[in-house]
């Protein structure tokens, strides 16, 4: 493994300026900083289509008016899929794009932060240039830059502030060299004078021990030169040991506009630092990082959402919480939804969750009761404990969201499990609808697993709670879009969903709760012979209707 080095102490001057973000280990490659105008990429002259993508959404197409995706967009997120044929094999990225759009050509420029796990250095900052073509919602962007070994190109379905997507380059040969999937989160204001907390799970390393689980808390405060100071906490799950509670400082750091980077530096972290590249809006931050040991090699790198977090009161925990999600761990690898009604009486938290975990034979739901549950600040602790099994979770609150890591252990107190999530509470009517997740099978049998961007139309729910629907689904690497028909039940809010079509060779079954404009779910698809092939998890966000997908 070649040594990468963390940021060093920076300048003032250079602060000032903030034109350039000296070494950040980069062998003196030096971040160069951009002011939040950015330039326009140009016309599009590609001529592109939308590969078949079809007329879906509810606004109008082709008018000189439609805007629809202009505007300042933020993201993190790493390849689900690298080649050996790439560079650097996978990498983990944090992006600004500043699209416009005039009728159905999209042009634009960005900035993106890429960290790396192969190579001489450990990040770089690169500019790029957009191009692409929208078709009412939907939108397939091209992002340009001499520093890809392979062009990107994105399909997205706009759905309010998010925009839901899939991405992939493709190789000389035209085969999918890397791909991945991500939401983009539009940029109206930004102040990162805050208090964040952030639920995560390391990328890098792929497995082992050294891969953590964190929940983390982060306070920022910029001073009149542009500098970022702070403080806070990383709670680490470690396998069959009580988490790991680490404070640090912000050894250093820089903020311009909704652009930032600083590192997670003394007290716990002195020899183990960890360089954060991050873009904000008012109420949502992502970033991508690295860490490092003490000889400055690196030891874990991911990406992650932070959530701004205001004085939250004991009762701001008391909702129904919703959240789907994975095993981090490689020994245990399962999906799960999970419903947790929670009750807080001062600071003492209880009530009951129903967790279903789909790598059951016949997946459904089991009662689980909240046991030690307590509330200080943002930080929320409690024991989900079942018949098999208990959740152990620690969760900070942000806004609307609860977000943290767990560990799952068996009733005799063996370890099982541990991985990292983020919950959400809202209504659970009006599931009628356009829905858009973009989502990578996590567990899988003889075929490739797939990044993947869903559309799902109910189109109508009975007074019996019977759902009809229709769907879209495209895998990334192909330029046409897999239609399907969707039948499925509601009751008692448990929602489930079965696709069918012959583009699918076989059923795809999920199991879904709805809060405010989100679905939850959990899935497991079957082949022709109705055998298990994939199965993973999704947050689905809602878009404008829709009343036919084509090709």
């Known amino acids: 493994m070649q040594p990468r080095y963390h940021i060093p102490v920076l300048s003032l001057a250079l602060f000032l300026s903030m034109l350039v973000l000296a070494g950040c280990g980069l062998d003196g490659l030096g971040l160069n900083w951009a002011k939040d105008a950015l330039s326009s990429a140009g016309d599009n002259t590609s001529g592109a289509t939308d590969g078949g993508g079809g007329s879906s959404g509810g606004g109008s197409s082709g008018g000189s008016s439609d805007t629809r995706f202009s505007g300042t967009w933020i993201a993190a997120y790493g390849d689900d899929v690298a080649t050996s044929e790439t560079d650097f094999g996978k990498n983990e990225y944090a992006v600004r794009l500043v699209l416009t759009q005039n009728r159905t050509s999209i042009t634009g420029s960005g900035t993106m932060f890429r960290v790396f796990r192969e190579g001489a250095v450990a990040a770089d900052e690169i500019t790029l240039s957009v191009t692409g073509t929208a078709s009412d919602d939907d939108a397939r962007i091209y992002l340009s830059s001499n520093d890809f070994d392979y062009t990107p190109v994105w399909y997205l379905r706009l759905a309010d502030d998010y925009m839901v997507g899939v991405y992939y380059a493709l190789d000389a040969n035209d085969a999918v060299a890397r791909s991945g999937c991500g939401i983009w989160h539009e940029v109206d204001s930004s102040d990162i004078e805050s208090a964040w907390v952030a639920g995560f799970t390391d990328s890098y390393p792929g497995s082992g ?17 542009s500098t970022l100071d702070g403080s806070g906490t990383l709670i680490h799950q470690q396998e069959g040991a009580v988490p790991l509670e680490l404070d640090f400082n912000v050894t250093q750091g820089a903020v311009d506009g909704s652009q930032a980077a600083f590192s997670f530096g003394g007290v716990d972290l002195a020899t183990t630092p960890m360089d954060w590249y991050a873009f904000l809006n008012e109420d949502v931050m992502v970033g991508a990082y690295a860490q490092f040991d003490a000889t400055d090699t690196l030891e874990e790198n991911g990406y992650a959402t932070w959530y701004a977090s205001s004085t939250p009161t004991p009762e701001s925990f008391e909702h129904i919480w919703v959240t789907s999600f994975c095993d981090a761990t490689p ?14 009486n001062g600071n ?8 279903l975990d ?6 459904a739901f089991a009662t689980y009761t909240v046991q030690n549950g307590t509330v200080v600040g943002s930080l929320l602790e409690m024991d989900l404990v079942g018949s098999s099994s208990t959740f152990s979770w620690a969760l900070r609150l942000g806004g609307s969201t609860l977000t943290g890591s767990y560990q799952q252990t068996s009733t005799t107190g063996d370890f099982i499990s541990r991985g990292s999530a983020d919950w959400r509470y809202g209504s659970t009517s009006s599931l009628e609808g356009t829905w858009a997740a973009s989502y990578y099978d996590t567990v899988f049998t003889a ?3 797939s990044s993947q961007l869903a559309l799902v139309t109910v189109s109508n729910v009975t007074v019996n709670g019977t759902i009809t629907g229709l769907g879209a689904l495209r895998l990334a690497g192909e330029s046409s879009r897999r239609v399907f028909s969707m039948s499925g039940t509601q009751a008692q809010n448990q929602i489930i969903w079965t696709w069918s079509g012959t583009d699918l060779f076989g059923d795809t079954v999920w199991h879904l ?18 055998d298990v092939e994939f199965s993973g998890h999704a947050l689905y966000l809602r878009t404008d209707e829709t009343s036919s997908y084509s090709e």
């Open 358 to 363: 789909e790598s059951a034979a016949a997946p």
């Open 447 to 449: 075929d490739a697993p």
């Open 209 to 225: 021990t050294d891969k953590y689980d964190r929940t983390a808390t982060l306070v920022l405060a910029a001073a009149s030169d």
């Open 513 to 530: 709760r709805k809060v405010g404009d989100f679905l939850y779910g959990t899935y497991t698809n079957y082949d022709s012979a109705g």
């Open 331 to 344: 020994s245990r690898t399962a999906d799960y939804l999970i419903v947790a009604d929670l009750d807080v």
């Open 348 to 355: 003492n938290v209880s009530g009951s969750a129903q967790v």
